[in-house]
């Protein structure tokens, strides 16, 4: 219980939002996607975001990643990767979401939290709910991971074909993410 | 009036009465009761109190800000190019490797047709290993050069890549291509000379390399 209130006065001291900022060094955002051919994975560690905790546990978060900093370990593949997501014209992958966050005590287990928004991808925004665990620790820096899967052709991506197969529809996006305190 | 009696409480019964109260569980002790209704629960729907702002549940909000220039600019069009050039490549690479193969099998059949036992030599396959020969040659030079001409790629990384083992494989397989083509025809015009089997021999030879070398190539990108 004593721990319970210890992260809570962290997070909410002062009943003031806290702000927390994402460290792009110790955070990865990874997409996979299927091929008849071809598992392919590739990561992102350009990753930029803020988490604005409200004093009643409602968190709004927003997290950006330039489409260009997508890594697959082939540099093909991920020029033809720029050309399909037509980068110059939308050079970046948003997502916005607001959810209610519950508190838990440093080094517990991670609290569970739904956050509903919007990703803008390939200029195209849609509603996403994105299921994610938040661990808080003593410092009031969180970790948070978590998992989604976002349609291609819902963000009116043309999917590359190779030897006349097409890409897989879905493409399978996890992150773990690690937020600081925001000076 | 005469007064009623107090009826007190018998000494045992009052002691067994304390006793028990010291014995009760923690939770029975009404003092402590508050202890279990201090749990929170942020997750669940907590009421606003009057008066107070239900929670914003707006998007419309930018903790980001503007964000950076993007590392590399990228061109949209240049890259649709890029894409057409190297979908064309591939399409005709396909091709290619099949010349290659036919080219190669063709060959084969040809060098033992001429020297491959001491049956008398039929020369069937020599026009069209000829044909398929240079068929492959004009293939490989345009397909090449498409690749060549693609717009470059903008987002090039030291990492040692599948494009990396293509472009070293394709390398050598032009290499090979060309020596194929001085060796064929040298070999040609040696007709009815001692050496002319060594050189036809060294022709195969670096036939199968060529093939080797553009099957690593085009199996770095396929596999």
Same mark, same amino acid.
């Given at each position: 219980?004593?721990?319970?209130?210890?992260?809570?006065?962290?997070?909410?001291? #002062?009943?003031?939002? @806290?702000?927390?900022?994402?460290?792009?060094?110790?955070?990865?955002?990874?997409?996979?996607?299927?091929?008849?051919?071809?598992?392919?994975? #590739?990561?992102?560690?350009?990753?930029?975001?803020?988490?604005? !905790?409200?004093?009643?546990?409602?968190?709004?978060?927003?997290?950006?990643?330039?489409? @260009?900093?997508?890594?697959?370990?082939?540099?093909?593949?991920?020029?033809?990767?720029?050309?399909?997501?037509?980068?110059? *014209?939308?050079?970046?992958?948003?997502?916005?979401?607001?959810? *209610?966050?519950?508190?838990?005590?440093?080094?517990?287990?991670?609290?569970?939290?739904?956050?509903? #928004?919007?990703?803008?991808?390939? #200029?195209?925004?849609?509603?996403?709910?994105?299921?994610?665990?938040?661990?808080?620790?003593?410092?009031?820096?969180?970790?948070? @991971?978590?998992?989604?899967?976002?349609?291609?052709?819902?963000? @009116?991506?043309?999917?590359?074909?190779?030897?006349?197969?097409?890409?897989?529809?879905?493409?399978? !996006?996890?992150?773990?993410?690690?937020?600081?305190?925001?000076? | 009036?005469?007064?009623?009696?107090?009826?007190?409480?018998?000494?045992?019964?009052?002691?067994?009465?304390?006793?028990?109260?010291?014995?009760?569980?923690?939770?029975?002790?009404?003092?402590?009761?508050?202890?279990?209704?201090?749990?929170?629960?942020?997750?669940?729907?907590?009421?606003?109190?009057?008066?107070?702002?239900?929670?914003?549940?707006?998007?419309?909000?930018?903790?980001?800000? $503007?964000?950076?220039?993007?590392?590399? $600019?990228?061109?949209?069009?240049?890259? $649709?190019?890029?894409?057409?050039?190297?979908?064309?490549?591939? $399409?005709? /690479?396909?091709?290619?490797?099949?010349?290659?193969?036919?080219?190669?099998?063709?060959?084969?059949?040809?060098?033992?047709?001429?020297?491959?036992?001491?049956?008398?030599?039929?020369?069937?396959?020599?026009?069209?290993?000829?044909?398929?020969?240079?068929?492959?040659?004009?293939?490989?030079?345009?397909? /090449?050069?498409?690749?060549?001409?693609?717009?470059?790629?903008?987002?090039?990384?030291?990492?040692?890549?599948?494009?990396?083992?293509?472009?070293?494989?394709?390398?050598?397989?032009?290499?090979?291509?060309?020596?194929?083509?001085?060796?064929?025809?040298?070999?040609?015009?040696?007709?009815?000379?001692?050496?002319?089997?060594?050189?036809?021999?060294?022709?195969?030879?670096?036939?199968?390399?060529?093939?080797?070398?553009?099957?690593?190539?085009? /199996?770095?990108?396929?596999?």
């Amino acid at each position: 219980m004593n721990a319970v209130f210890a992260a809570l006065s962290l997070l909410l001291a #002062g009943a003031e939002p @806290q702000v927390l900022a994402l460290d792009p060094a110790a955070s990865t955002v990874r997409f996979h996607v299927n091929h008849a051919l071809h598992k392919v994975d #590739g990561s992102s560690r350009s990753v930029e975001g803020k988490a604005l !905790i409200d004093p009643d546990g409602t968190v709004k978060t927003m997290v950006r990643i330039p489409v @260009q900093s997508f890594d697959s370990g082939d540099s093909n593949r991920d020029s033809h990767m720029l050309e399909t997501l037509q980068a110059g *014209k939308f050079p970046y992958v948003t997502f916005k979401g607001i959810g *209610k966050v519950a508190a838990t005590s440093p080094g517990g287990k991670p609290a569970s939290v739904m956050l509903r #928004g919007e990703l803008d991808f390939h #200029g195209v925004k849609r509603p996403v709910e994105v299921p994610a665990t938040v661990e808080f620790a003593g410092d009031g820096s969180a970790r948070v @991971q978590g998992k989604l899967v976002v349609s291609l052709e819902a963000h @009116q991506v043309e999917r590359p074909s190779m030897l006349a197969m097409k890409l897989d529809d879905d493409c399978a !996006i996890t992150f773990d993410l690690k937020l600081g305190r925001s000076k | 009036m005469t007064e009623r009696p107090r009826r007190a409480v018998p000494a045992p019964f009052a002691w067994i009465a304390l006793l028990l109260l010291i014995a009760a569980p923690r939770g029975a002790a009404a003092g402590l009761l508050l202890d279990e209704s201090l749990t929170l629960d942020l997750a669940g729907p907590t009421p606003a109190p009057s008066g107070t702002k239900p929670p914003d549940l707006s998007l419309d909000f930018d903790l980001l800000g $503007k964000p950076a220039p993007p590392r590399v $600019k990228i061109d949209d069009q240049a890259m $649709k190019k890029r894409a057409d050039m190297l979908q064309l490549h591939q $399409k005709i /690479g396909i091709g290619l490797a099949a010349l290659t193969l036919a080219t190669t099998v063709v060959g084969q059949l040809n060098y033992s047709d001429k020297y491959g036992s001491n049956a008398p030599v039929t020369g069937k396959y020599e026009a069209t290993h000829t044909v398929l020969a240079f068929t492959t040659l004009g293939v490989f030079a345009v397909d /090449g050069t498409i690749a060549l001409l693609a717009p470059a790629n903008p987002v090039k990384r030291d990492a040692y890549d599948r494009v990396t083992v293509h472009k070293v494989g394709m390398a050598l397989a032009t290499v090979g291509m060309v020596a194929q083509g001085v060796v064929g025809v040298y070999a040609d015009q040696q007709e009815g000379r001692v050496d002319q089997k060594q050189i036809a021999k060294t022709h195969l030879v670096i036939g199968y390399a060529t093939l080797a070398a553009m099957a690593v190539a085009v /199996g770095a990108l396929v596999f």
